[in-house]
């Protein structure tokens, strides 16, 4: 029989700004699960992109220097004890604030829709997996990263509602933005990560859609440790 302690996979998608990474997070340190944010990876690609000048002005990408530069790009997650987070760090350096800047988030998406970075990535995140005991947040976690998640989620909420989330954040950053510029970048991010050729956006048929728009956090939260409870009662009494 399955020890009662045996380990499971979460797997948790969904559009920009839904809330993945909060009820990501609530959910790793309840279950004492390590917590992945994907997104988190390809926002650090993209800081290395904008740092090595391989971002013209106009927005166009050197894919190519930036494809044969990959195997210089480190990324790992370290865990920061003033803050209880896991923080992202590129090449050494903690850049947590700076991949969350409006810059990074105007070029992701493209950098993200790239093959070569999501080789990269996605190979990573697969060892990462393997391990089990991972709750794992992004566009492409349920279809391509752990298609044998035990439990996968996909996260929607409104536009307007996302991107005032998003919004709140930057300026608790001390970022000067405006409303308008971030509800413009959530929802071209949706766009492009939704139809871009390699891994898009898209629900698992397996997956459980929750609409957060008018849920309070502890109500999603309750929702989710609902499935994770019944889930782990299944996987323990598999024989
Ligand atoms: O979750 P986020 O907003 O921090 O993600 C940043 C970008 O990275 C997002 O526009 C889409 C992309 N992304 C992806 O393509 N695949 C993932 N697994 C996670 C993020």
């Excluded at 992945?36 to 990408?61: C, E, F, K, T």
């Excluded at 590129?90 to 993200?112: C, D, F, P, W, Y």
């Excluded at 991010?189 to 939704?194: G, H, I, L, M």
């Amino acid at each position: 029989m399955t020890s009662v302690k045996t380990k499971i996979n979460i797997a948790i998608d969904g559009y920009s700004s839904c809330g993945k990474s909060t009820i990501a997070k609530s959910l790793a340190k309840e279950l004492n699960y390590v917590y992945i944010d994907s997104g988190a990876m390809y926002r650090a690609v993209a800081l290395y992109a904008l740092q090595h000048n391989l971002i013209q002005p106009s927005g166009a990408i050197d894919e190519a220097a930036l494809e044969k530069a990959l195997d210089m790009v480190l990324i790992n997650f370290r865990y920061n004890t003033e803050t209880g987070q896991n923080e992202t760090h590129l090449n050494g350096m903690n850049v947590e604030k700076e991949i969350r800047t409006l810059q990074v988030s105007n070029h992701v998406s493209r950098i993200a829709g790239m093959k070569a970075v999501r080789q990269k990535l996605v190979k990573i995140q697969k060892r990462i997996a393997e391990g089990k005991g991972v709750v794992m947040d992004g566009r492409d976690i349920g279809t391509v990263v752990m298609p044998d998640a035990e439990l996968k989620f996909f996260m929607v909420a409104d536009a307007r509602v996302r991107a005032q989330r998003r919004y709140d954040e930057l300026r608790s950053y001390g970022s000067d933005v405006q409303f308008e510029e971030v509800l413009g970048n959530v929802s071209s991010r949706d766009e492009y990560d939704s139809s871009r050729t390699h891994d898009p956006l898209r629900m698992a048929p397996d997956a459980i859609i929750i609409n957060n728009t008018a849920l309070t956090l502890d109500e999603q939260f309750d929702f989710v440790m609902n499935h994770v409870k019944r889930k782990m009662e299944d996987v323990s009494n598999v024989v």
